[in-house]
């Protein structure tokens, strides 16, 4: 879905907190054929994509951080997906505590605050690579859906983005590069972009995501991952047998199928992102209260109305209930 990760998110946040928490932990974050390694071993995404606004915010807040950190852990989730990067290092060490590991991103104009235009992205990487939380280095999300953004000229940015992966390879040897694109790059995209490692995908195929493994692997033998994937909890209309409104049931069901098709396709596909943990109710309407509606680019796969209501896609309400999807999440990622 559609990220509206601006200027206000980032800066609110501060400057880099230079206090330095000491570990002893390296990691070596490599590619091998189709397969993401941690320290030489194949290295799952059972991953979950984390924004955590408040309820009456706009901006997030890691304030809930160790009750969500302790959620995660219980669903079984390993890899947290960010859209902007976290410049608080005793974040991050609460990330590692845990034992998750963290796909850090990046946006391309964030007003000078550790952005791909700018080129302050690139302290981040220098501040931060040696750090055990994180996974891997991600630049964009659906970007490729926005070429106003770039003169009126999406090549603009897929020259942007081979050049921030191949200033990251320099600074960081140890982590791969991937983008979040919207579907599936054609290969004069792939063509353009050979620093990019691993290519995340944020796919909305209905229930069923299983052919864009079979077409990736026509295309390219680079690992992939998608990066966001999943079905909000909410039908704007009667259909398949779900009622109207708030439907927790329908958002299960899908989840469940498609974390299964995702995991039958080991070979090829190195996780998955789910979108995502929380309810954004800042989304659609007022930030104090949940309204359905919204807006996403290239969304009408979304089950099972082909209708994203963008402040329903938590696995978790606001407060931090759990719904059907969580124990979905839970059986997939963590069976007994």
């Not at 946040?13 to 091998?32: P, R």
């Not at 991600?138 to 970007?143: A, H, K, P, S």
């Not at 498609?258 to 109710?281: P, Y």
Request: contains cysteine.
């Amino acid at each position: 879905m559609k990220k509206f990760v601006g200027i206000a998110i980032i800066a609110a946040l501060g400057l880099i907190n230079q206090t330095c928490t000491s570990h002893s932990e390296e990691i070596n974050v490599t590619v091998s054929g189709r397969q993401l390694l941690l320290n030489g071993k194949d290295y799952e995404i059972k991953g979950i994509c984390y924004h955590p606004v408040p309820r009456g915010k706009e901006t997030r807040s890691f304030d809930r951080l160790e009750g969500d950190l302790e959620l995660m852990q219980e669903a079984g989730i390993n890899t947290i997906r960010l859209y902007a990067p976290v410049p608080e290092r005793e974040i991050l060490e609460q990330v590692h505590q845990a034992g998750l590991k963290i796909i850090m991103g990046f946006g391309y104009n964030q007003g000078g605050t550790f952005d791909m235009l700018s080129g302050t992205f690139i302290d981040y990487v220098g501040q931060f690579k040696d750090h055990p939380a994180i996974l891997m280095w991600e630049l964009g999300n659906e970007y490729n859906y926005h070429p106003e953004w770039f003169e009126d000229n999406i090549d603009n940015w897929y020259t942007a983005l081979n050049n921030a992966a191949e200033q990251i390879h320099n600074r960081d040897p140890n982590r791969p590069v991937s983008t979040a694109h919207g579907e599936i790059p054609d290969p004069t995209i792939l063509e353009a972009c050979p620093a990019i490692d691993i290519w995340g995908m944020n796919v909305y195929r209905w229930d069923d995501p299983e052919s864009i493994f079979s077409e990736w692997e026509k295309i390219s033998g680079k690992p992939m991952y998608l990066s966001e994937a999943g079905a909000d909890s909410y039908m704007t209309v009667a259909d398949r047998g779900y009622a109207q409104g708030p439907n927790e049931k329908a958002q299960a069901d899908a989840t469940e199928k498609i974390l299964e098709e995702v995991f039958r396709n080991r070979e090829v596909c190195s996780g998955v992102a789910l979108f995502s943990f929380l309810d954004g109710i800042w989304k659609a309407g007022h930030p104090d209260r949940q309204d359905p509606g919204g807006m996403a680019p290239n969304s009408t796969g979304v089950p099972y109305d082909g209708t994203p209501n963008e402040e329903y896609w938590g696995i978790l309400d606001i407060d931090r209930n759990k719904k059907e999807a969580f124990y979905v999440v839970k059986e997939i990622y963590h069976p007994n």
